[in-house]
């Protein structure tokens, strides 16, 4: 079994940017690793620990069957959470996932800190109900003081754009939420890092999490919180390859003794998000759910019909003029409901249940789905199906035509 060296943590500077690097090997192969600040957060960079890049790292490792070994220091509550719970229950459960073994030195003393608290605001359901359930509250401990966007895989496409296609999506979108930023009156902590191109194969729902991760224990000298906001409830908890099923536990073992993660909104569902964050003037600006776009397509993605789907039945979709386009929707309103119908159809298979829960709360609450909408669906079920048959007849055509016999 072949082991992945993880250099110890060390900073260079570029231009008016600051690092935190790491040269890692493993078999023939190596290459210098880094998360990158603005020039104020250099202090906040961790160079007593190799904490994020371990974390950042450990799919990739698993996936790759790779032992790590590193002359760095793990902090002593992260390495004993990663070694006695982590790994053995992702390596029984998922798997790509495969048993590995760490071999690092810990340290378990508190390093001087900032300890703020932080959350990523990408502009979504999640992120913003995060944002604005952890503003003036009254622990004060607890209350935001930074926001955080990172360049880590942001664009589900990116495959298709080259390499590192991901920076340029990234730096369009932190030009969209630095306004929302001031607005709150919160800092935005923006990172970039090459770890893209380690994972430019890798599946985005597998990885992207402790990423994410190992980029805040990165400056886990500025964090003493960061809320992780979760896609799922707590009710769906599962072990999946879609890893943000199991966030609860991936929190509680990336935490160390400087920074905690707490799993935030997994506490209700994303309709219940949805009302809640509706009723906050500063998201009918800043609302962007598409990840296909730098703005919200309205048409073409899922996430944005689903967002729009779930306005419409709470009422609010008129307040999202300005991030949506509601008149396009309203013109076409038969082909969403048609869309929600058979999504919901096509969901019931699988573990998340957002079609499900917009449909209930329109049966509670007596909205109407016409009956032109759903001849629609029975339509476009329709084609779907004849599609598929096509295909079967197809790859059975081209059998034939390939082996001489029919398979
Ligand atoms: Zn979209």
Redesign the pocket.
Known sequence: MKTLEIGEAYIKRIGDKSRLCSNISWGDRARTLWFEVEREYEECLCTERIDGFLVALLPFAMIENLNIHSMGCVSERLLYQIKTILLPSLSANIPEFHFIDIDAKSDGRILESKNGVGTALSGGVDSFYTVLKNMNTETKGFNLTHLTYFNIMNHPQWQGYGEDSSRDFSDARINYVKPAATELGLKLVTVDSNFDLLYHEYVLVTTSTFRCFGTVLALQKLFGKYYWSSSYSFSQFNFSDDIAFFDLLSVQCVSNENTTFYSTGSEISRLEKTAYISDYAITYKYLN?????LY???S??????RTMLALYGLGKLDRYREVFNVDEFYRNINEYLAYLLLKRINEKKKQSRFYDEIYQYYNAQSVKIPKAAKVQAIKLLWIYKHKILEFIQALFNRGTMESGKPL
């Open positions: 759910v598409c990840w296909m776009n919200n397509c309205t073409k993605c899922d996430k944005c019909k």
